[in-house]
């Protein structure tokens, strides 16, 4: 590279967007059917707030919400857990990051 195309290191970060990890995440996985929209619009309805991560594999739409304390993880993981007989929903789980508190699987039928 040279010279006077260099970038340092400091205007690098200060162009790169800074990532805070949550201490609890609710992820939910949902088959990519016909249905997706109205599922996801639900969801979404529900967080109050689209989800800050989602990507796509073997047929599952992954969403990720975060948040700052157990008890908010916990309200909307339990109310994502009532759209569980809904089919398209394959996992519905409150992840803690922190050491002490115990994450929550609420569904999970992947291979069932």
Known sequence: MRADR???????L????VFRVAMFEVIVWVRKTDAISVVRDELIRIAANDPYTSSESDGLIDLHWGFDSRA?????A???AELS????IVLVRMT???DGEASLTYK?????
């Open 14 to 17: 200060g162009i790169l967007p």
């Open 78 to 80: 339990k109310e994502f």
């Open 72 to 76: 908010a993880a916990k309200r909307v």
């Open 96 to 98: 803690s990051y922190d």
């Open 85 to 88: 007989p809904r089919p398209e």
């Open 6 to 12: 260099a970038i340092s290191i400091s205007q690098l």
């Open 108 to 112: 999970y039928t992947l291979h069932a």
